[in-house]
């Protein structure tokens, strides 16, 4: 099965700092999925990167695809508390029944002032 | 972007009675929902997905007649923790996607059981 490999596992940045989450596969990525998640709550997508070196931004992240497809950053740029929480990274997975997304472990990021 | 509710937000039930949590597809037509359980700290742990009309495929080492999924309609799935023990206490989410693999799922905001 693919897995899905994310460092580090949590951050923590002051307030106005450039912070960078990487996300790694041991297979090729089709479809590589950034989510952010505040805690107990569901998740909020980000971006989504398909072609091997894509880069989306949005506001102040930006992620990126490497060539190969198989690894995936997330860069903050710039950061505010508004950023914190739990930043996964997902890709489509196939079962039995069609494909469903498969989540990396996790970055716990926390902004101080 | 589309939206997920899911219902409820937190339950606290008995040890051995069953709990129903709705997640339902608000304006679009979800063909496929996901049921993911996550523990504290931990990633989002796929369960089991559900097409409308069709029998959930449950992922390996999910008991299906513990988790009973319901898909009865497109925008409307179920999970049913059936005779909960502690041990089924966690945070469940659902997710639905309104096309095929590659197009972006959207979550609920998740249900917190606490089996007492």
């Known amino acids: 099965s693919q897995e899905l490999e994310q460092s580090p596992q949590s951050l923590i940045v002051q307030e106005g700092k450039n912070l960078t989450i990487n996300c790694t596969s041991s297979k090729t990525l089709y479809g590589l999925y950034w989510y952010k998640q505040k805690y107990g709550e569901g998740l909020i997508f980000l971006m989504m990167l398909q072609k091997g070196g894509e880069e989306k931004s949005h506001e102040k992240i930006t992620a990126k695809l490497d060539e190969k497809k198989q690894q995936s950053s997330l860069h903050i740029t710039a950061s505010q508390p508004s950023h914190a929480g739990i930043y996964l990274c997902g890709a489509d997975i196939n079962i039995n029944s069609g494909y469903a997304l498969n989540f990396g472990k996790g970055t716990s990021l926390l902004v101080t002032p | 972007g589309a939206v997920v509710s899911q219902h409820p937000s937190r339950v606290i039930c008995k040890s051995g009675t069953s709990v129903k949590i709705e997640c339902r597809s608000l304006?679009?037509?979800?063909?496929?929902m996901f049921w993911y359980r996550q523990f504290p700290k931990q990633s989002l742990m796929l369960m089991a997905t559900?097409?409308?009309?069709?029998?959930?495929?449950?992922e390996q080492g999910v008991e299906k007649d513990k988790f009973l999924i319901n898909h009865a309609s497109l925008t409307l799935s179920t999970l049913t923790v059936t005779s909960a023990h502690p041990e089924d206490s966690s945070f469940y989410i659902c997710s639905a996607r309104g096309g095929s693999w590659n197009t972006e799922a959207f979550f609920g905001q998740g249900t917190r059981l606490t089996v007492v």
């Open positions: 559900s097409n409308e009309g069709s029998k959930a495929t449950y």
């Open positions: 304006d679009f037509q979800a063909t496929t």
